[in-house]
């Protein structure tokens, strides 16, 4: 087996691509990001179809040939050193089967962005490059605490990553060490039975989500269980959890990590028996830490629940 390879440290001066590789954005939408990056000492640059706007049943940012276009050359393009998505959505699985990495392998670089993203991140690690599965560039409406940011550009910059977090009525306790891999719970479901799936064997996942109905969730665990995921896997961390169901009947809609779909999650578990962390800060809430995909991660979930890179 390959090892991961991950990409040098940014330095002041770098330039950073933003790219819209799924749903339309507003360039309003990113101001405030934009002028973070230039705070932090590096350079946007805007792919060419960032705010582009193309409708056939979503808005995609552009159509799939002009999506394909912007991520081959942040991917590729030399003097680029990051690539930032600037949101999610829908539409990144239309570009699996044509990304390329030719130029990309002689100088790799980290590709931050989450949600739809997620597709990306597996691709990339299908190709033993390590991502960042954190805050897009487009903030949601509820905000995003300081942290969110601050702690990618810890990443960019070459510093370790260390959480301890509140432990949860649902945790297993156990210790797993592993490579972290998965994201959203929807686009790990997605890639199942293809190329571009994770290989969860002695693997550490992590799952997030928004917007499902419930009898949905259990419906995306349940693929996962009868394609043998939760028998590969050493450890899993469970993140944010937020409008599921029906605004009108779940009186956690607004919730990071909604009570419910944590109950529907832990029943779906209870025969298996490795370490499991709930309510990690990852995901589509307000305090969005990232999460390094293609890390050996150590967990630790007692009367102390620790994550270590």
Known sequence: MKSVVFPKSLKKGDKIAIISPAGAVEESHLTQTLDLIKNKGYEPVIGKHTFGKFSNGYNYSGT???????????LNNSEISAVWASRGGYGCQHLLKHLTLKEFKKNPK???GYSDNTVIQSYLLKNDFA??????IKTPSFGVSEESYTEIFDILEGKKLKYSVEKHQFNKKGKAEGELIGGNLALVYALLG???SFDFKDKILFLED???NFYSLDRMLMSLDLAGVFKKITGLIIGGMTNMGSENENKNYEESFDEFAYEIIAHRLKKYHFPTLFAFPNGHIFDNRPL??????KMEVGEKVNLNF
């Open 110 to 112: 980290w590709y931050i």
């Open 194 to 196: 293809t190329k571009f």
């Open 131 to 136: 991502s960042i599965h954190g805050q897009t």
């Open 292 to 297: 390094i995909i293609g890390a050996k991660v």
């Open 210 to 212: 928004i917007g499902e």
């Open 64 to 74: 799939e040939e002009e999506r394909i276009q912007d991520i081959n050359w942040a």
